[in-house]
């Protein structure tokens, strides 16, 4: 069995018996009857049995073995080998718990879009999209889904799918998210949902769990995740910050949180995606040809398409890069749009380019978007890279923004800001905010979600909601002057942070 195309991840024990707990404290007061639609070997369900000896327990998986194994772990259940999606049960529950299979779009071949259109998804789909799409109309009134994911659809623009159904369909009783406490042997970082079918009789509960160097007082993880006050829990020698409050849109609310969030609206004049486009870096789609080491190489192309390449590992936060000496090799001329060069023009690259025309060539799409065989897939506009741009790494654990001069082309591990769109000034203001310790924590408490080991995702859909204060504004030309003097080489980190937090008065 094919363990990634089929989403195949367990879920632990003791989070199955947290998931069923949560369940049934929500459930109607009824006999239940209660369904997994990927129920693997069973343990969810094997979990809700344990605290509700009555329930009438159906489960399907499209694993035979996984089948068995519940079938034998579960001996009063009706355990289906069946495909969920393709032939739903035709009766109704009380309960649908499910830790429904992940697979990436990438991972669906064709189905993607077929999914998409049968479930009324839209844009990119996961296998675990359409499987809460399904939930609402399997449910009895005041039944009640309790489903068990990757936190990453808490935030992420893929992850509207699952939170429109749950918020549109159903009503949200409690929020967990564990954050990136990698407690469990899963493949992801775990949230869990738990949402009726029926009126809300009290605000919705989200409490959620990261990593911290706070000194803990107390060492029950999901005790913490249900108290009515934040904490700190020590579990396996590691420390988490356990935040609790209400549902707000998908995030944490507090008053704390709320009144921070209001005060820094009243003072944001832009967010970064209102100023400024956030680029992705170039992708050759096959780098071991375009990205070698020039030296040794046979028919080494000609130097005028060799440009320097920088990468995540050349970014720190105010250090201006230095020219890398990484090169790619990019077959396009210095012009304003991209126009691909004309390999007669250059004999050697010709040659090199030759010797791997079969690989290159093998990649179908580059032909059908009516590209030369012999192009990178995102190249971007040639002569941007020779002016200013604000680039980062896109997965770190702080922020790592800084300023580009050197003319080089960015990788696909980072992003990138032309400072042409932008302006100096704004490009300044940007660098500020995203650097300083307000930035990580508006990150932290409205972009996105923190990966494991405290990583960050500084991509497109979370930077670009970062406020910046009006740089006409005294406090705004405050952040300006300081981080141009940083950047420069002549400032203090430590001014530029106080005029960020001053500008937003937090
Ligand atoms: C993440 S596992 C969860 C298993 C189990 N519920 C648990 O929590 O341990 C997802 C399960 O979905 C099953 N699966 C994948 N596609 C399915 C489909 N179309 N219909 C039913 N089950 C499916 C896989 O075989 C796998 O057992």
Known sequence: MDRKRHGLHYTPPALAAFVAERALAAAPDRPLRVLDPACGDGELLAAVAALAPDAVLTGYDVDETAVATAQRRLPN????HKDFLESPPPERFDLVVTNPPYVRTQLLDGRAAELVKRFGLRGRVDLAHPFVAVAPGLLDDGGVLALLCSNRFLSTRAGENVRTVLTRDLTVREVFDLGDTRLFTAAVLPAVVVAVKGEASAPARYATAYTTDSPADGSDLFAALQAERDSVVA?????????VGTFDNWRLSTPDRDDRRSRIAERTWRTVGDVANIRVGIKTTADSVFIADWDTVEHRPEDELLRPLLCHGDLQAWTPPAPPTLRVLYPYLDRPSRQVVDLAD????AAYLAAHRDRLEGRAYLRKAGRAWFEIWVPHRPARWREPKIVFPDISPEPRFTLDRTGAIVNGDCYWISVTDTGEDVAHLILGVANSPFG??????????RLYAGRRRWITQYVSRLPLPDPESPAGRRVITEARALMAGDGDRA????????????
């Open 440 to 449: 990580v924590r508006f990150y932290d408490e409205v972009c996105g979600n």
């Open 346 to 349: 250059y004999p050697r690259a």
């Open 495 to 506: 001014d530029v942070d106080e005029a960020v937090e001053s500008a937003f008065r937090v």
């Open 77 to 80: 259940a009706a355990i289906a």
């Open 235 to 243: 579990v396996q020698g590691r420390r988490f910050a356990v935040s």
